[in-house]
């Protein structure tokens, strides 16, 4: 269970990024976070392992504070956290086994991690988290020669090696290709499904959220106007959360 209480951010420069945010997100539930560029999204979901703190309220995890931890509690809590972004942030030199067996390093002291002391099970675990997204046969390929799409893939596997409970996607499709968004966003979706991880993804795209969320928050001016099923996302609650453009803009396909 993730839950905001009260939760504002605001920049330094005086921008407010999220205004009084009040959720509880359960476990197991698919949730996309969506709203125009600016809204608050990357910040609500950058806030929840803490790599962007908050100015007020409280966000705990499971009943652990986040924002209260000291250094040695948020490890642990970040452990239990996966996290997939836009920006591959693969060691890209490094083969795909290497990058998806640093998921585990949260769980070893810092002078195992830096000998990269891995064990039989830690290895067993990558080639099935790599099986999963139906990427084992590039185990022993280096990162930079996959495509977009397998990065991001491999990135999903990492989180799995992680075993964490928690995985945030904030943007992880923005990249790619429509045939190569819906493997991903399909991959996401059966984890959550199959697995029972929770899944808190930020998306441009209201027809993938429509598709694969459970549950759709959306975000204007760092506040929540708008949190329910895909199914009651209707024309109008859109046109409140992003004005008529939208829908010349898409052609109404949303």
Same mark, same amino acid.
């Given at each position: 269970?993730?839950?905001?209480?009260?939760?504002? !951010?605001?920049?330094?420069? *005086?921008?407010?990024?999220?205004?009084?945010?009040?959720?509880?997100?359960?476990?197991?539930?698919?949730?996309?976070?969506?709203?125009?560029?600016?809204?608050? !999204?990357?910040?609500?979901?950058?806030?929840?392992?803490?790599?962007?703190?908050? @100015? !007020?309220?409280?966000?705990?995890?499971?009943? =652990?504070?986040?924002?209260?931890?000291?250094?040695?509690? $948020?490890?642990?809590?970040?452990?239990?956290? *996966?996290?997939?972004?836009?920006? +591959?942030?693969?060691?890209?030199?490094?083969?795909?086994?290497?990058?998806?067996?640093?998921?585990? &390093?949260?769980?070893?002291?810092?002078?195992? /991690?830096?000998? *990269?002391? +891995?064990?039989?099970?830690?290895? #067993?675990?990558?080639? %099935?988290?790599? %099986?999963?997204?139906? $990427? &084992?046969?590039? $185990?022993?390929?280096?990162?930079?020669?996959?495509?977009?799409?397998?990065?991001?893939?491999? &990135?999903?596997?990492?989180?799995?090696?992680?075993?964490?409970?928690?995985?945030?996607?904030?943007?992880?499709?923005?990249?790619?290709?429509?045939?190569? @968004?819906?493997?991903?966003?399909?991959?996401? #979706?059966?984890?959550? #499904?199959?697995?029972?991880? @929770?899944?808190?993804?930020? $998306?441009? /795209?209201?027809? &993938?959220? =429509?598709?694969?969320?459970?549950?759709?928050?959306?975000?204007? %001016?760092? @506040?929540?106007? +708008?949190? *329910?099923?895909?199914?009651?996302?209707?024309?109008?609650?859109?046109? #409140?959360?992003?004005?008529?453009?939208? +829908?010349?803009?898409?052609?109404?396909?949303?």
């Amino acid at each position: 269970m993730i839950t905001f209480d009260h939760v504002s !951010k605001t920049y330094p420069n *005086g921008v407010q990024g999220l205004d009084d945010i009040n959720l509880t997100i359960e476990q197991g539930e698919f949730v996309a976070i969506i709203g125009l560029s600016g809204a608050g !999204k990357s910040t609500l979901l950058r806030s929840i392992n803490q790599l962007v703190p908050i @100015t !007020k309220g409280d966000i705990r995890i499971n009943g =652990r504070s986040v924002t209260k931890a000291n250094k040695r509690e $948020l490890r642990l809590i970040r452990r239990q956290i *996966g996290l997939i972004s836009q920006q +591959f942030n693969l060691v890209k030199r490094s083969t795909v086994q290497k990058n998806v067996l640093s998921g585990r &390093l949260g769980y070893y002291s810092t002078w195992k /991690s830096i000998l *990269g002391l +891995f064990t039989a099970e830690d290895y #067993q675990q990558t080639q %099935a988290a790599l %099986a999963a997204v139906g $990427l &084992l046969d590039k $185990l022993q390929t280096r990162s930079d020669q996959l495509s977009g799409g397998q990065q991001q893939r491999v &990135l999903i596997a990492r989180a799995l090696v992680q075993q964490a409970p928690i995985i945030l996607a904030d943007e992880p499709v923005a990249s790619l290709d429509p045939i190569t @968004t819906e493997k991903v966003m399909r991959d996401l #979706q059966q984890i959550n #499904q199959n697995m029972a991880k @929770t899944i808190v993804i930020n $998306l441009h /795209s209201v027809p &993938l959220a =429509r598709t694969y969320a459970t549950r759709v928050i959306a975000l204007k %001016a760092g @506040t929540v106007v +708008f949190d *329910g099923t895909a199914e009651a996302l209707t024309d109008e609650r859109l046109e #409140q959360i992003y004005g008529k453009a939208i +829908f010349e803009e898409s052609g109404r396909d949303l």
